[in-house]
């Protein structure tokens, strides 16, 4: 995939995180090329969020390095979209769905300047990629979760960046809005994105991604979802713990 | 009472001095929004009360009250106290609420043990230095406005200059982080604005109830509005309106300190939004209690549809009884089934049954979304 000179959207080399006396990532190795589509599976507590935080400095790397197309995360902040956990921000916030999206375009105005027509349109075509158009002037209060999922995503598309980290999108929302997700995020791999996102359905990893990492503190496996995604590959990652095997898997596609 | 207030108005001391509750009310209102926003009320709490050992230690070493050294000494132990919170809180299994706990308590003690040291010192400097305690806008002067007022500016500028930046570090800051800005910068910024706000507070409100002057407004406003920008303004309004009349009852009433008096009137504000408001407790009561009444109609509607249709004929009458025992849905079928009535929905046949009319069956197909998921 990695043809030539050209750099991966991603590289992460030899990163290691700890909270405290606790390792949540070791000695992480990854190469996410770019325009592909990569599920970060592993059990609760491998450091599935806190390899997405750590990518963009959110949490102190205790070694590693990461960059993007080739050049350090810093100066690539630009290039990098963020969609966090839904449930990492407190939605009785007093402000509209519009004003939360526009918020994606904080980053392009810099310090002190605000947002202007320009970015309210911007705001409002994003809402309307993620079928919220009318919802533009509610209180984020008074969303649901899938909605509120949205609102996140559209944030996002705002940033108009080449690579997108998504922790956990799918989370609690309802399924009309993961197919919608699964659209948007597919038009954007289409038209030569990166998304890089957690997931924890291991039943749609084949349908939805191309690529997958499979995380267990350490990094247990990382490629192409035919290649890597098998059940010595699980098993290693989730140890006895998961009863669900690829094998298996043609089976239930038939839904 | 009136004649008071237009002496109070006509005045050229009064007016200074409710000229400065008004700027306090001003800032406490705006810098209150952000430490509600930022759940952060209570550091607001532990600051004002943190600031007294560093009035009193200023006023020990200069010997003399002078405003300036006594606001720097304020906002230097208030400092010290969050600054302490968090270093206890990072480096021990301590929680942040019992970290703040003991920081309120221990700085407070120890102001109040050097306000009983110094107010035994022989020379009169001293005395008033207890006022701090509770608040006297008496004795505020014109220069104590101009402080009030140049540090009001301050704080409005700023919080108008990064409005979009504080925004992001209320909402999100992890977010804003990946953005480029700096967050603990802001955090620093919106902390010293808090502290300002609280320092030119003391001596019309007192470091007991200060906070309450930054809290209360800011929950106030926020039952009413949705928006950040509005929540903002009403926060101030509200903080102004119960700092001047704060300030004009306790010097109406002989020995009220203002402190108390200000908190009484944004209390009374507070709690009639908390009540009140269109989210207010007593406003969600009333609507939980209107739902309830409508989904039991639509429950009631349902069951004599879906009795009609056994019988194949939409019109058939049942008794009161059999929709009660057939629906076990726990209240008062014969209330629902009066409001059905009046709404023209059902009706009744002779003593004992009840049937659907023509607009009642209307009414079961708009209900189309409850067909389905049943």
């Not at chain 2, 059905?340 to 009642?360: D, F, H, I, K, M």
Request: some cysteine; charged content about 20%.
């Amino acid at each position: 995939m990695s043809s030539g000179e050209q750099h991966p959207a991603v590289r992460v080399t030899d990163l290691t995180v700890a909270y405290g006396d606790k390792t949540v990532l070791w000695d992480i190795d990854l190469e996410i090329p770019g325009g592909s589509m990569v599920a970060v599976v592993g059990p609760n507590g491998a450091g599935k969020t806190t390899l997405i935080k750590s990518i963009q400095g959110l949490v102190p790397r205790i070694a590693g390095v990461v960059s993007i197309h080739g050049e350090p995360y810093e100066k690539q902040r630009k290039e990098v979209s963020y969609v966090p956990q839904r449930g990492s921000v407190d939605w009785d916030f007093p402000t509209s769905v519009v004003d939360t999206v526009k918020m994606g375009s904080y980053g392009d105005l810099g310090w002190i300047r605000r947002p202007g027509r320009k970015e309210h349109e911007k705001a409002l075509g994003a809402l309307e990629k993620v079928d919220m158009a009318e919802f533009a002037h509610r209180q984020i209060s008074q969303l649901s979760g899938g909605q509120q999922q949205r609102v996140f995503l559209a944030r996002a598309l705002v940033q108009s960046a080449s690579v997108y980290l998504l922790d956990e999108p799918f989370q609690g929302v309802d399924a009309t809005t993961e197919k919608a997700i699964v659209r948007i995020l597919k038009e954007l791999v289409a038209g030569g994105k990166t998304v890089l996102a957690v997931h924890h359905d291991l039943n749609t990893v084949s349908e939805y991604y191309e690529r997958i990492a499979i995380l267990n503190v350490g990094l247990v496996a990382s490629g192409r979802v035919d290649e890597v995604f098998n059940s010595e590959n699980l098993m290693k990652a989730y140890g006895g713990k998961t009863s669900f095997f690829p094998e298996r898997k043609s089976a239930r596609r038939a839904v | 009472m009136l004649e008071f207030a237009v002496e109070l108005f006509s005045d050229y001391t009064a007016r200074t001095i409710l000229l400065g509750a008004a700027s306090l009310g001003v800032v406490s209102g705006v810098v209150g929004s952000y430490a509600v926003l930022r759940k952060q009320s209570l550091v607001g709490d532990v600051m004002s009360h943190a600031a007294l050992p560093g009035i009193v230690l200023a006023f020990l070493i200069m010997g003399v009250k002078e405003q300036l050294p006594i606001f720097i000494g304020a906002a230097l132990s208030a400092v010290l106290a969050v600054f302490l919170i968090n270093l206890v809180t990072s480096n021990s299994r301590i929680k942040t609420d019992s970290a703040m706990g003991m920081a309120l308590s221990v700085f407070f003690g120890l102001g109040l043990v050097l306000l009983t040291y110094a107010q035994k010192m022989p020379d009169a400097n001293q005395a008033g230095l207890d006022k701090f305690l509770f608040g006297q806008a008496e004795a505020l002067v014109e220069k104590d406005v101009l402080v009030i007022g140049l540090t009001g500016v301050f704080a409005l500028l700023v919080v108008g200059v990064f409005w979009k930046e504080f925004k992001l570090l209320c909402f999100d800051p992890d977010f804003g982080g990946t953005m480029g800005f700096s967050m603990k910068s802001l955090d620093l910024l919106v902390t010293a604005v808090i502290v300002s706000a609280i320092v030119i507070g003391l001596q019309t409100v007192g470091v007991v109830l200060m906070s309450s002057l930054l809290i209360a407004p800011a929950v106030a406003a926020r039952q009413w509005t949705g928006s950040m920008g509005s929540m903002v303004i009403l926060a101030a309004s509200v903080a102004v309106v119960s700092a001047v009349t704060g300030v004009a009852l306790s010097s109406g009433l002989e020995n009220v300190p203002t402190g108390p008096a200000v908190i009484v009137c944004v209390s009374i504000i507070a709690f009639f939004s908390v009540l009140f408001s269109p989210n207010g407790f007593f406003t969600l009561k009333f609507k939980d209690a209107r739902s309830r009444r409508e989904i039991r109609k639509d429950y009631v509607l349902k069951a004599l549809h879906d009795l009609a249709l056994e019988h194949n004929d939409p019109g058939y009458a049942h008794s009161e009884r059999l929709l009660a025992l057939g629906s076990e849905k726990g209240f008062n079928v014969r209330e629902s089934l009066s409001q059905l009535q009046a709404a023209g929905y059902v009706e009744r046949v002779g003593e004992e049954n009840w049937r659907l009319t023509p607009s009642g069956i209307l009414e079961i197909r708009e209900l189309s979304p409850l067909e389905k998921s049943g």
